[in-house]
């Protein structure tokens, strides 16, 4: 396995943003990581990347434990955060060259990267220029060749597609595949549906902190009454989710109470 979680939970004061979570996820496929906004799916790419610790649990990445031997863990993948950072002062090349210096790719090796995704992402216009004014598109772009720059076993992607044009969507989802085909994992989260139906061999619903549907396209759709389009799947599971949670707070409510009954008073003589 190449991501590995068991049993992670994480709350925030009296907030329980992952609740119990357990994946098993193989190499050679794009996994797509769906849920509605405060989920708890960043929550939990964030504690995969080891930017932050589980309350309980445990997570590994290609068999590293990320808490106790996160640097073989985090040499081995990528991950690419929803808002994307650069260094301002640097052009992109610059921070391109930065990066593999961190990962010591060999310098010629180095140099043959670093061209080819400057040119697969259609970076050549702007690879010169400083980074602080490059749009959100732009710096969407740099950083994702920066994470494939080491060539990672798993590249974890939070909301891949934003400000991306078009054609540049399509490159990144050839790209996506290409790495799955070739024996890699791309951990996708994502709130474009019509991407992960595309392109996930494996789809996760978070709801509330916790997985509830898990499997392929066709898995999902058995789940969800034959529900065709994965739009009309996840409304349906999430709903379903939310249901049975207002089911469980009311019958917890109606639970008798276990505080043993009151003597009734003595009678007066």
């Known amino acids: 396995m190449s991501i590995r979680l068991e049993h992670v939970t994480k709350t ?32 939990t790419i964030k504690m995969m990347a080891g930017l932050l ?18 640097f ?15 260094y301002d002062k640097l052009t992109g090349r610059e921070f391109l060259d930065f990066v593999v210096q961190i990962y010591n790719v060999p ?6 990267r670093i061209d080819r995704y400057v040119e697969l992402l259609r970076m050549g216009e702007f690879a010169d220029q400083l980074a602080e004014g ?11 060749a920066a994470a494939l720059l080491h060539e990672p076993t798993v590249l974890v992607v939070d909301e891949p597609m934003v400000g991306l044009d078009p054609r540049t969507v ?3 989802k050839d790209l996506f595949r290409e790495r799955a085909d070739a024996g890699h994992l791309v951990f996708m ?37 034959r529900q065709q389009r994965l739009e009309d799947i996840f409304l349906q599971l ?3 989710a939310e249901l049975d949670r207002a089911a469980e707070a009311v019958h917890g409510m109606a639970t008798p109470s276990e505080t043993p009954d009151r003597p009734a008073p003595a009678r007066t003589p």
């Open 107 to 112: 310098r010629d090796e180095a140099s043959l």
């Open 170 to 172: 399509r490159v990144v």
């Open 189 to 225: 989260s994502t709130h474009t549906l019509e991407v992960a139906e595309a392109l996930a061999d494996e789809i996760a619903i978070l709801h509330r902190g916790r997985i509830v549907a898990q499997g392929s396209l066709a898995q999902l759709r058995q789940q969800a009454a």
């Open 72 to 86: 073989q863990a985090k040499s081995r993948m990528a991950y690419v955060p929803d808002q994307p950072f650069v």
């Open 12 to 43: 925030f004061g009296r907030t329980t943003a992952v609740d119990d979570v357990s994946l098993d996820i193989r190499t050679g496929r794009v996994f797509a990581f769906l849920g509605p906004n405060g989920a708890g799916k960043t929550t």
């Open 53 to 70: 610790l589980p309350d309980h649990g445990r997570i590994e990445i290609c068999g590293h434990p990320v808490s106790t031997d996160g």
């Open 238 to 240: 999430t709903e379903e």
């Open 134 to 144: 490059y749009s959100h598109g732009m710096k969407q772009r740099l950083v994702l």
